[in-house]
């Protein structure tokens, strides 16, 4: 029977087509374990959500009175839609049969009225809500409700809280982050992992001693993987699907997607795909060119969603230019004034287009950095 691809982008990957980031593993399951509040950053796709799922997996094999809760805060856009979805998750990981999710609300809350609906798989369909009103005026039972739960079952609980600086685009944030903070700062039984990709966003959460969450917990800037363990995971992976590709051959894909997880995993998949028994140069530049055909719709889009003096600083960026406000390199690319310029590089940055990694502005998409090159220098990849 033919196999089929090892290399998974798209999804979280965190068995198979997982590879490296034992340190990580390892300090982030200490973590969690121990009850240090953890906060994760990293640009997207570059293996956030793959980690922590793959460590709560690992904890929910072997810690039975840890239980787990994973929420992606992408599609969550209120107060009320983040306090009625993290009632509903705790409920549902603080016990295994739904019979007890249904007696959770007057066991567990003094002040509020939970209205429970189930459907008619009770696993898919169970969700939770709360008079609005109400429930602003006592957000803090329901903050509160993980350790109220831990405490009376002998049980702890993880929250894993994903692309975490959504909330930053509540109403009235600043209110809920402080009474956030202070509910879950006094928890004993409740460990927090919060994570996202904004890097500026999460930065000033974290990082900024005015901010609530300001030392939360511990900082994971999480780095790339790096290029010699790319080659062997590639080459291995060949090989248990039954084709082949050389060291030397392999490094070109880690080397021209910058060790981007997302990117890596597909060209590699390209490759594979248009290999029959051995990968070499041929393949991986025909897979390059097919990636960026398939991805050029959205670079297209990308490149007519912004402005004429930043699409000319994305192309000093593509240079490589330093000095943005250098009276040469302005009239150059014609960047406008030096407010333009500072105006755009942080529009840049909080698109995430461009990002600054110890000073120096790179494209954050590395895919995007050859489609760009090639159209408007007409370099070729
Ligand atoms: N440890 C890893 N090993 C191999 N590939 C990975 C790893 N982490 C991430 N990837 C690849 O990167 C893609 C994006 O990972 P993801 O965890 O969704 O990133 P993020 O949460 O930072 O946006 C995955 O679909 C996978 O292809
Ligand atoms: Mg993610």
């Given amino acids: 029977m033919a196999k089929s691809s090892p290399f998974i982008y798209g999804n979280t990957v965190s068995n198979i087509a997982f590879t490296n980031r034992e340190i990580e593993l390892d300090k982030l399951m200490s973590n969690l374990l121990g009850g240090v509040n953890t906060m994760i950053i990293s640009p997207r796709r570059w293996g956030k959500s793959s980690l922590v799922e793959k460590v709560v997996t690992a904890i929910n094999r072997k810690e039975k009175r840890n239980k787990t809760i994973v929420i992606d805060l992408f599609s969550v856009s209120n107060e009320q839609q983040f306090l009625e979805t993290f009632t509903r998750e705790v409920i549902k990981a603080s016990s295994n049969r739904w019979q007890e999710w249904l007696g959770s609300g007057a066991l567990f809350f003094k002040k509020l009225i939970p209205k429970i609906n189930v459907g008619i798989d009770p696993l898919t369909d169970f969700s939770i ?3 609005w009103k109400e429930l602003k005026k006592h957000s803090e039972e329901v903050l509160n409700l993980p350790e109220v739960i831990a405490k009376k079952k002998g049980i702890k609980f993880i929250i894993c809280l994903d692309e975490f600086q959504n909330i930053a685009s509540f109403d ?16 004993k039984l409740v460990t927090y992992c919060l994570y996202g990709s904004k ?6 959460i974290f990082n900024n001693p005015s901010k609530p969450f300001y030392r939360f917990g511990d900082i994971m800037l999480l780095p790339k993987i790096q290029k010699e363990k790319w080659i062997g995971f590639v080459v291995k992976s060949f090989k248990e699907s039954g084709k082949t590709i050389s060291a030397g051959d392999a490094a070109f894909i880690p080397e021209v997607m910058k060790n981007h997880s997302w990117y890596v995993q597909q060209l590699s998949h390209y490759t594979w795909n248009l290999t029959s028994k051995t990968a070499g140069l041929l393949q991986i530049k025909a897979a390059l060119n097919e990636l960026i055909q398939a991805n050029s719709p959205l670079y297209q889009k ?22 943005f406000t250098s009276t040469a390199v ?18 840049l940055i909080n698109n995430d287009i461009i990002q600054n990694i110890d000073g120096v502005y790179e494209f954050v998409d590395p895919a995007f950095e050859l489609w760009f ?6 370099q070729s990849y």
């Fill in 373 to 378: 090159k090639k159209q408007f220098f007409n």
């Fill in 330 to 347: 302005m009239q150059i690319y014609a960047l406008g004034t030096p407010r333009n310029v500072s105006k755009n590089k942080t529009i």
């Fill in 199 to 204: 890097r500026h966003m999460m930065t000033d």
């Fill in 172 to 187: 009235d944030y600043l209110n809920f982050e402080k009474k956030m903070r202070s509910v879950w700062q006094r928890q």
């Fill in 302 to 323: 990308e490149v007519e969603s912004i402005s004429v003096t930043q699409l000319n600083l994305l192309k000093a960026v593509a240079v490589g230019e330093h000095q």
């Fill in 129 to 131: 809500g709360f008079d």
